[in-house]
T-cell receptor, first 114, second 113 residues
Framework: KQEVTQIPAALSVPEGENLVLNCSFTDSAIYNLQWFRQDPGKGLTSLLLIQSSQREQTSGRLNASLDKSSGRSTLYIAASQPGDSATYLCAVRPGGGSNYKLTFGKGTLLTVNP | EAQVTQNPRYLITVTGKKLTVTCSQNMNHEYMSWYRQDPGLGLRQIYYSMNVEVTDKGDVPEGYKVSRKEKRNFPLILESPSPNQTSLYFC????????????FGQGTRLTVV
């Protein structure tokens, strides 16, 4: 059974700092991994999608990497801003017969202090 | 604009009163799902649909029903809501069940008293 873990559960940093969020998964047979942002009381906003054949994806100040063989992904946020404060979730789409659902981690609550 | 739209955003209801949460997507996606999000448990899939008239149970289907009569719509039905169904609900859609991005709605905060 695929399990996804995100460490740390919460992170507080001063504005301007570069930071890394971690995501690990137990089964390397995945189609893709997706990073989401969730603001309080709001929905999930897709940030980056990495296919299983890719090593990384970039969007603006965000860079996500994927090491499928070791079951790890990182989300790097450069020059953090208070507006980046949110919960960040990673989710994997399993390969094979369980690919109708995403398996989510419990998220990292990021606070960027002005 | 490509989007998944859920209604209502917030709902307070009483135990046993049937309710429906609607979900609509404008991307012609084949796959749609419902998830619930609870503190400490994360997001769990309730039901999913692979296409019109094709649905199946997810991890936590008890107490819920779904239907997929049109490709764009995937309503979630609680025929007799109970307090343990108080949760934040999300609808999601994707073009396929493999190498495609999943899009989520804004969520429905349901409270059953």
């Amino acid at each position: 059974k695929q399990e996804v873990t995100q460490i740390p559960a919460a992170l507080s940093v001063p504005e301007g700092e570069n930071l890394v969020l971690n995501c690990s998964f137990t089964d390397s047979a995945i189609y893709n991994l997706q990073w989401f942002r969730q603001d309080p009381g709001k929905g999930l906003t897709s940030l980056l999608l990495i296919q299983s054949s890719q090593r990384e994806q970039t969007s603006g100040r965000l860079n996500a990497s994927l090491d499928k063989s070791s079951g790890r992904s990182t989300l790097y946020i450069a020059a953090s801003q208070p507006g980046d404060s949110a919960t960040y979730l990673c989710a994997v789409r399993p390969g094979g017969g369980s690919n109708y659902k995403l398996t989510f981690g419990k998220g990292t609550l990021l606070t960027v202090n002005p | 604009e490509a989007q998944v739209t859920q209604n209502p955003r917030y709902l307070i209801t009483v135990t046993g009163k049937k309710l429906t949460v609607t979900c609509s997507q404008n991307m012609n996606h084949e796959y749609m799902s419902w998830y619930r999000q609870d503190p400490g448990l994360g997001l769990r899939q309730i039901y999913y649909s692979m296409n019109v008239e094709v649905t199946d149970k997810g991890d936590v289907p008890e107490g819920y029903k779904v239907s997929r009569k049109e490709k764009r719509n995937f309503p979630l039905i609680l025929e007799s809501p109970s307090p343990n169904q108080t949760s934040l609900y999300f609808c999601a859609s994707s073009l396929s069940n493999k190498n495609t991005e999943a899009f989520f709605g804004q969520g429905t905060r349901l409270t059953v008293v």
